[in-house]
């Protein structure tokens, strides 16, 4: 629902440079699928969208002005851990979703608008399948079901922008396949912009409308972090045309962690679906 | 592990074959101790053995000791303990017309809850806010920490010349002898909550109060109700010193004052009397931390 742009985006940790010269344009409604080796500094990127981290130098702009460096309700997230509030059963960690946004100094809201957002809780969870589990605090549900409540509740914070940061690392491959199709679903109903950080290159392909890598170019062998990473390789993908083997097995080879036969496998099963 | 190894494959043989005999229990293995298990009975007796072995070692001194000497008054038996606590409980005072026991165990129990009731309010509110907002923790962090090393009993002293001899003073001097601990625990457990819910939060609209209120607050009540279960040991040490400095009623001020006539059926009772009320009220502050935060028991509440 939201444009992003990226522009000469930097960033440092002391002397340690991380990223460098990011530079990124993505239209309302994209899915951009972030991938590239362990510790290149996507998760930073990511985290920088959100606004917990602020960047050394460059500009991100969502929608038609700079972000606020803080989290706000504009951008919605979904981590891999800590994803949902322990002390909350499935039901509640919805309903605080409204008693956020309107509950006012008390941070609840009471009478005809809890039964409001008591009825639209309700209907997401059925819309996610937890409605069995909804007096459930989150340390009696699977990974899986933790991972729905969270982007159900993400969701109902009607972000412009959804962050995912390796939302689906944790779970078992079937659950994750069930939880690409919910996401695809979600993501269609909603039309918002997604960026996805992912290790798992077949599901980068499956789920994005493009996949950004991120990579070291320069290199310093006297100093290594001298250099941060950069988005390296920008391939747009056709919804309805599926990426071609040779491009996932270079990403693959880019990105040098996961095996490209699996990720072929990941990706051709679902261009056959 | 050998006769383990044959144990299994018996077993297997015979599941996929002929014989419909059901599989030998195998022989008994010896497990390492960190993994035998104790049944109920047998954590019941263990748990009980410690105190059966100082009740019968008591009662053997005792026992020995009245012999020699009927007028012994050092270690009491059983029933001139019970009769003196009876006395005090059951029989008013002749000067003052109280039932003891029960004055003192009120004055000392109202002292003792304002003290630590006190603590947990500053340690409540100066607890998150230090833990949570970051220029609050800048102010009162390394000023709590060195309060934090300050000998409680060596303020004393001066709470007594500065308040008085009367109640202000014990209370004050709890609460100054357990807060500071509290604080810093609590602040602490305010910083380890993960950055990803704090963060969530506020992409969900929270702002700094209603995070308090919906966010840290219920995330670190298990934390505040542990925290007051380990300030009740310093708390009682700081109230039974209080009194037994300057007090006119109190368990401790009570035992005390019969050390000058070496009345150990008073004293003993009371030891024993203290020992029970900080045993129920360490288990009625587990009740809570259950009934208050049941996602935090989730073993316990089955």
Known sequence: MSRIVVHGLEKSYGDARVLERVNVTAEAGEFLSLVGASGCGKSTFLRILLGQEQQSGGVVIVGDSPIVPEPTPQRGIVFQRYSVFPHLTAIQNLLLVEDFRSGGPFGRVFGVRRRSARQEAEAMLERVGLAHARDLYPASLSGGMQQRLAIAQTLLGRPQILLLDEPFGALDPGIRVEMHE???ELWTEHGMTVVMVTHDIGEAF?????????????????????????????????RKNRASSRDVAKVAAMVGTARPDAAMATTASQGRS | MLARG????????????????PPQPGPKVRLRMINARVSRGGALFLGALPFLVAAGAYLIASGKRLDANPADKLLPS??????????????????????????????????LFAGVAAATLVALSLGIAIGFIPRVRAFLLPFVTVVCVIPPLALLPILFIALGLGETAKITLIAIGVAPVMVRDIANRVMELPPELIAKAQTLGGN????????????????????????LGPAWLFLIAAEAIASTEGLG??????????????????????????????????????????????????
């Open chain 2, 6 to 21: 044959i144990g299994i494959m018996n077993a297997v043989s015979e599941a996929g074959g002929e014989g419909t005999r």
């Open chain 1, 206 to 238: 499956k789920l994005g409308t493009r996949v950004l890598v991120f990579d070291k170019v320069r290199h310093d062998p006297q100093f290594p972090s001298a250099y941060g990473a950069t988005i390296t390789y920008d391939l747009k993908l056709d």
């Open chain 2, 78 to 111: 059983p029933a001139q303990m019970w009769s003196a606590f009876l006395d005090l409980a059951t029989v008013p005072d002749k000067r003052s017309g109280d039932l003891i026991l029960w004055v003192d165990t009120y004055a000392s129990l109202v002292r």
């Open chain 1, 182 to 184: 919910l996401l695809t």
């Open chain 2, 208 to 231: 700094s109060w209603t995070m308090v209120l919906r966010l840290v607050l219920p995330q670190v009540m298990p934390r505040l109700i542990t925290c007051v279960r380990l300030a």
């Open chain 2, 253 to 302: 001020y009570r035992i005390f004052l019969v050390r000058r006539y070496l009345s150990m059926d008073v004293i003993l009772p009371y030891v024993a009397w203290i020992t029970l009320l900080a045993v129920i009220t360490d288990w009625l502050l587990v009740r809570l931390s259950r009934a208050l935060s049941p996602w935090a028991h989730p073993v316990e509440a089955k």
